[in-house]
């Protein structure tokens, strides 16, 4: 059973009331009625970041980003998203700025358009990419630079690799963290921090 809790109703126009949900944090936008992780330092193992959250008074925001320092200080091994998920941004440092993040597993979901500079900043473990088949703002590749197929099947959800580019393969974006050697494509015009 899920405990929902509404923590604060603050009513300056800086401060976003936030609703704790299985000890992750979001940050609730009343006018939107969209949603941002925030924080969970007591989270551990494998996450799903579900597409809403309801609050105390039944309210329900759609889950649109995760913000800075997000996940710094939890214990996580890997972070899913529902199939219909809403996340559009993983923000700069998300996973954190202080110690290095125990992430090993990261899925990038279907409607996913923006990793800031620094989204995968002190992840020195994350070693798997998965790619929603129905993303197009990214493509994955193996370590070899080899595009890694989407299924076209109806069953298959993710497809997994270890590089990140844009879909023309002018932006790197990420190199899975036991990738030894990388030959990077004349196409690549920008490589994006961390």
Same mark, same amino acid.
């Given at each position: 059973?899920?405990?929902?809790?509404?923590?604060?109703?603050?009513?300056?126009?800086?401060?976003?009331?936030?609703?704790?949900?299985?000890?992750?944090?979001?940050?609730?936008?009343?006018?939107?009625?969209?949603?941002?992780?925030?924080?969970?330092?007591?989270?551990?193992?494998?996450?799903?970041?579900?597409?809403?959250?309801?609050?105390?008074?039944?309210?329900?925001?759609?889950?649109?980003?995760?913000?800075?320092?997000?996940?710094?200080?939890?214990?996580?091994?890997?972070?899913?998203?529902?199939?219909?998920?809403?996340?559009?941004?993983?923000?700069?440092?998300?996973?954190?700025?202080?110690?290095?993040?125990?992430?090993?597993?990261?899925?990038?979901?279907?409607?996913?358009?923006?990793?800031?500079?620094?989204?995968?900043?002190?992840?020195? %473990?994350?070693?798997?990419?998965?790619?929603?088949?129905?993303?197009?703002?990214?493509?994955?590749?193996?370590?070899?630079?080899?595009?890694?197929?989407?299924?076209?099947?109806?069953?298959?959800?993710?497809?997994?690799?270890?590089?990140?580019? %844009?879909?023309?393969?002018?932006?790197?974006?990420?190199?899975?963290?036991?990738?030894?050697?990388?030959?990077?494509?004349?196409?690549?015009?920008?490589?994006?921090?961390?």
């Amino acid at each position: 059973e899920k405990v929902y809790l509404f923590i604060n109703t603050m009513s300056s126009p800086r401060k976003r009331p936030v609703v704790e949900v299985d000890g992750i944090k979001y940050k609730i936008d009343t006018s939107s009625k969209t949603a941002s992780v925030s924080s969970s330092p007591q989270a551990t193992g494998d996450l799903v970041i579900p597409e809403t959250i309801t609050d105390s008074k039944q309210r329900t925001f759609k889950i649109t980003d995760l913000s800075s320092t997000a996940f710094e200080g939890s214990s996580i091994k890997s972070i899913h998203f529902s199939s219909d998920s809403e996340v559009v941004q993983l923000s700069s440092n998300c996973f954190g700025i202080v110690a290095p993040s125990t992430l090993e597993t990261l899925e990038l979901p279907p409607k996913l358009l923006m990793l800031d500079d620094d989204w995968c900043f002190l992840t020195p %473990n994350l070693k798997t990419i998965k790619l929603s088949k129905f993303n197009p703002n990214f493509i994955l590749t193996d370590a070899s630079n080899q595009r890694v197929k989407k299924a076209t099947g109806g069953q298959e959800y993710l497809v997994e690799g270890c590089i990140v580019y %844009n879909p023309d393969k002018t932006i790197l974006y990420f190199v899975c963290r036991n990738v030894p050697k990388i030959i990077i494509p004349s196409t690549v015009k920008r490589i994006a921090s961390s």
